[in-house]
């Protein structure tokens, strides 16, 4: 009789390959499943009796950006494991976008304190764009050496579709570089046709997550991608795109939460609560919870995750109820997770990444029409509205049009002091007293700020310069609540607890500045800086237009 470490028995387990649930026992030994069935040879040192329990693979984020979250690596761990999330496929960009290949190294070495599987993309885009001033630039020269990272699987989504159109020598190597590591390229096809989509799977890309509607998924499909259905702090595409999922391609999908807040996930969830609107819109739950595991796995060439099988890693998850994703027990790699697995601090990051010398004048807009061309919040959305609207004018510069909701926001770079800004007008943030800015802004993470006035914008800002970046909320008169993010401007380096009990209070004290929004205005803020996606964006230099991709003057000709 052979001893092992583990048995889970009597579980009504998930099997990938049928997409059914059987009753059968499930043997565990060095973090790996030896046996499923009945072996009776095999006697175990601790038993788990998952008795009219459903037993499933542990849950895969098919891609995610660790630093939305606002919290390091090792402190969101903490949150997603009892969710359920045993691994999680992450694209450090966002890092990578400030301080380069250290960024990187600093996000695998702080995710090897923690059980999470944390699976590392290397990112293809640094910067974004060629016309925006970012942190640091990654070559594939650079790239390379973070290949002997035993994290590291493939390459992060390619966001910039010129380089690929035009075969940009580095972009070429980037790609050539992981195929012949044998890994897996992301995709980032927002905007892009057909066409582009197929021209994106001809240079091995092979997955995208930026579908929005059922039109856009079914080319995804067209051009024989993977895809991610995605659910976030904002962009919430889930329902208008489930309905692209048959039994017959189901095995085409996975779910991803690409950018999340930290008090998101501890409201509603990560992967368990994709799972669970999966279900509510009518997915059935084995099919929902095998694009949580296996098809994931499948997607990024992981072939010993997602599935309760011999020679698997072992990663489970006990659930008592399908469609409530209550998780009860997780294991992970052949361990029962308990809050001792979790005993760790976030490493130091000692580099201030925020340096600006804009003055109050500095943000005034003048204007000699008052015809503009203003942005628009999409409510839970990343993409934005480009209409044209007669705006105030005093003395030659733009006025706060409290009436319309139009109001002043700036963009201005925090890396080099270049002392780069761009102004721009923007529709949907109902603030009515004050403003709020952030170093979060995505992908350059310069500094993002709108408000009513010069004065109260001017404050934001040097609050989050003060605090090596962050979040601010003020009013006209004093700052109502900051949220320092010293780690590259992006992270706490507190506790989840106490990063999220932040967060709240900059939420409350938005409250206080605003009639309200029914969307997150910070994160949503953070994206209107991303020129990779429509319509209209703000970037250091100025206005772009996703659609001419190029920049435009504020003013309407």
């Given at each position: 009789m052979q001893t092992i470490d583990l048995l889970v028995q009597n579980g009504k387990v998930l099997n990938v390959f049928t997409n059914s649930f059987e009753i059968n026992d499930i043997f565990i030994n060095n973090g790996k499943i030896i046996a499923v069935g009945n072996h009776p040879e095999l006697k175990a040192k601790e038993i788990i009796d998952a008795n009219n329990q459903f037993v499933v693979p542990g849950f895969i984020d098919s891609h995610v950006h660790i630093e939305s979250s606002l919290v390091t690596p090792s402190e969101l761990g903490k949150v997603l494991v009892p969710m359920g999330v045993t691994s999680i496929v992450v694209d450090p960009h966002e890092i990578a976008n400030v301080s380069g290949a250290d960024g990187i190294q600093y996000m695998i070495e702080d995710a090897k304190q923690t059980p999470l599987e944390v699976l590392v993309m290397l990112p293809s885009s640094v910067p974004a764009t060629s016309f925006e001033h970012n942190g640091a630039t990654l070559t594939a020269k650079d790239l390379h050496p973070l290949y002997n990272e035993e994290s590291v699987i493939g390459l992060a989504e390619v966001m910039d579709y010129p380089a690929v159109h035009n075969k940009d020598k580095d972009m070429m190597a980037k790609l050539k570089d992981a195929l012949d590591h044998g890994y897996q390229i992301d995709g980032h096809g927002a905007g892009l046709s057909l066409k582009q989509l197929k021209e994106y799977r001809e240079n091995g890309i092979t997955t995208d997550h930026e579908s929005v509607s059922l039109e856009q998924m079914n080319d995804r499909l067209s051009a024989d991608m993977n895809v991610f259905l995605r659910e976030g702090t904002v962009e919430r595409d889930l329902q208008n795109t489930i309905q692209a999922v048959t039994a017959e391609n189901a095995d085409r999908f996975s779910f991803c939460t690409d950018d999340k807040f930290i008090t998101t996930i501890i409201r509603e969830g990560s992967i368990?609560?994709?799972?669970?609107?999966?279900?509510?819109?009518?997915?059935?739950?084995?099919?929902?919870?095998?694009?949580?595991?296996?098809?994931?796995?499948?997607?990024?060439?992981?072939?010993?995750?997602?599935?309760?099988?011999?020679?698997?890693?072992?990663?489970?998850?006990?659930?008592?109820?399908?469609?409530?994703?209550?998780?009860?027990?997780?294991?992970?790699?052949?361990k029962v997770m308990t809050e001792e697995s979790f005993n760790t601090t976030p490493l130091e990051f000692d580099e201030n990444c925020v340096h600006q010398n804009l003055s109050v004048d500095d943000l005034k807009l003048p204007l000699n029409s008052n015809k503009c061309h203003v942005m628009g919040v999409i409510a839970n959305h990343i993409e934005t509205t480009h209409s044209i609207q007669e705006v105030p004018v005093e003395d030659g510069y733009f006025k706060t049009d409290l009436e319309n909701d139009v109001l002043l926001m700036v963009d201005a770079e925090r890396h080099h002091q270049l002392g780069t800004y761009g102004l721009a007008l923007v529709h949907g943030f109902n603030i009515k007293n004050g403003a709020i800015a952030t170093t979060v802004a995505h992908d350059s993470h310069n500094i993002v700020a709108v408000g009513t006035t010069k004065e109260a914008i001017y404050r934001a800002i040097q609050e989050v310069t003060a605090t090596k970046g962050g979040i601010a909320v003020v009013d006209e008169e004093k700052t109502l609540a900051t949220m320092p993010l010293p780690v590259a401007g992006l992270m706490s380096d507190k506790s989840w607890q106490a990063a999220s009990h932040e967060l709240e209070e900059i939420e409350a004290a938005f409250k206080e500045i605003s009639d309200g929004v029914d969307f997150d205005p910070f994160i949503t803020l953070s994206f209107l800086t991303l020129p990779v996606i429509p319509t209209l964006k703000l970037t250091d230099q100025g206005l772009y237009d996703f659609d001419q991709q190029k920049i435009i003057s504020v003013e309407a000709e």
């Open positions: 368990n609560f994709n799972i669970k609107l999966a279900i509510e819109y009518g997915l059935k739950p084995e099919t929902a919870y095998k694009m949580a595991s296996y098809n994931a796995a499948v997607a990024h060439k992981l072939d010993k995750l997602g599935a309760i099988k011999e020679d698997f890693q072992a990663d489970l998850v006990i659930v008592d109820h399908l469609d409530q994703v209550d998780v009860k027990t997780v294991i992970k790699k052949g």
